[in-house]
């Protein structure tokens, strides 16, 4: 498997990733090619990023029209792209206000910093916050430090002071770390990395509750699982459950690198202002002509019944294999973020799934991750089982 471009790499880039042994040249729809020209079935779509599928023509057009045209300005100036993906993300996101950075991680930094604001107009100097055992927000200093996974903090500790993790979907146990000074709870409506696990409605729904008891505000990650991945733009939506601050990334500029987060009027009124947060290359025209695009793609094929209709189909799939293969303890998720739970090792599933031309990733200590384009077909959902089903045997 070794072959010049996997040693030139391992020589030159620092080693934080455990790379698979295969070297990807090109893609179409649901599927990528390697350098040999071996085709694989993409159910990692970058982890949870490439929505719309690879070489989606629409919006390479997009993204190539606006490269002539102007690609940076930084936040000094007004950009008609830029408006155009803000308020268009906005709308979808169903909040009042939106901020562009470049990442899921800078995306968690802006919300903390928000809510920190927010405390400080309101006078009340509230500084602390709640969040969940084994949830991922990211690897920067602040957003490690509500990351509830402590392989990922250790080392890096001390980090952001304040912080305690309550379980996830136990509303006492948020209740019990609630102090005179929380400023904010922070969660992912469904846990990605940590192994996929959705938030059971009544805790989502006690937790709005609990923060508007207490004036504490409410945070969500939607970084993995929102922008239609489980059938509606985002998952709050489905919930019912609506947060004060949102954090977005991964898939809005189906794969050019942008984060966002968003707040409601209330928020935004009481928090940042000129001078108080920034980011040099944060929404410029480039990204935002991918978000603005993908948007209208979103809302011309109707790709959200698509991830309902097909989701569903995968879910009975996934669940049919739960039941077939002993080595399968239980299946998550919902619509098109699915997991397996396995009583083996998934990296093993993984490399026999690769041999088998189909690319699936792991999560948590013993999850399969399913995260395909949401483009896919129901024959590609087909396609993969009969794939899945040789990895499990
Ligand atoms: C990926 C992810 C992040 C971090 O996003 P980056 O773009 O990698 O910085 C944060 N939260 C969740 C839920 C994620 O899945």
Redesign the pocket.
């Known amino acids: 498997m070794e072959n010049k471009y996997i040693q030139e790499t391992e020589q030159a880039v620092l080693h934080t990733y455990n790379k698979a042994p295969i070297v990807l040249e090109w893609g179409d729809g649901a599927y990528v090619y390697d350098t040999d020209g071996k085709q694989y079935l993409d159910f990692a779509a970058g ?2 990023v490439s929505s719309l599928g690879h070489g989606c023509q629409e919006l390479n057009e997009a993204v190539k029209e606006q490269i002539d045209k102007l690609y940076h300005t930084s936040n000094l100036y007004y950009n008609e792209t830029c408006g155009k993906a803000a308020s268009g993300l906005a709308k979808a996101a169903g909040m009042d206000k939106v901020f562009f950075c470049n ?6 930094e802006g919300c903390l910093k928000t809510a920190r604001k927010y405390a400080y107009t309101k006078g009340t100097g509230r500084w602390q916050f709640i969040a969940m055992k084994n ?6 200093m602040g ?1 490690l430090s509500v990351t509830g996974r402590e392989p990922y903090r250790i080392p890096f500790e001390p980090l952001v002071p304040g912080v305690s993790f309550a379980e996830f979907n136990n509303l006492e146990s948020v209740r019990q770390l609630i102090t005179a000074e929380t400023c904010a709870v922070i969660l ?1 409506p469904l ?3 940590g192994g996929i696990h959705a938030a059971a409605p009544e805790f989502l729904q006690g937790l709005r509750k609990l923060c508007d008891e207490h004036d504490i505000l409410l945070i969500f ?5 929102g922008m239609g991945r489980t059938g509606s733009m985002f998952l709050w939506q489905q919930y019912g459950v609506k947060p004060d601050i949102m ?1 977005m ?2 898939a809005i500029g189906s794969g050019l ?1 942008v ?1 966002a987060f968003a707040v409601t009027g209330r928020v935004a009124s009481e928090s940042l202002t000129p001078g108080d947060h920034g980011t040099t290359y944060g929404g410029n025209p480039l990204v935002c002509a991918a978000v603005s695009k993908t948007l209208e793609i979103f809302e011309k094929e109707d790709l959200t019944a698509h991830v309902k209709e097909v989701g569903a189909y995968l879910t009975a799939g996934l669940d049919a294999v739960a039941d077939e293969f002993d080595c399968v303890l239980e299946r998550r998720g919902m619509g098109m973020i699915q997991g397996l739970a396995l009583s083996i090792a998934p990296g093993e599933v993984i490399t026999k799934a690769m041999k088998e031309g189909l690319l699936v990733i792991s999560a948590g200590n013993n999850v399969l991750r399913m995260v395909p384009p949401l483009i896919i077909t129901r024959e590609q959902v087909d396609e993969m089982l009969v794939k899945l089903k040789k990895a499990l045997s």
Not at 103 to 108: C, D, L, P, V
Not at 221 to 225: A, R, S, Y
């Open positions: 982890i949870a990442s899921g991680t800078e995306a968690i949830s991922f927000h990211g690897r920067s957003a992912e846990q990605g990395e990650d939607e970084i993995q699982c954090a990334a991964k690198p984060g």
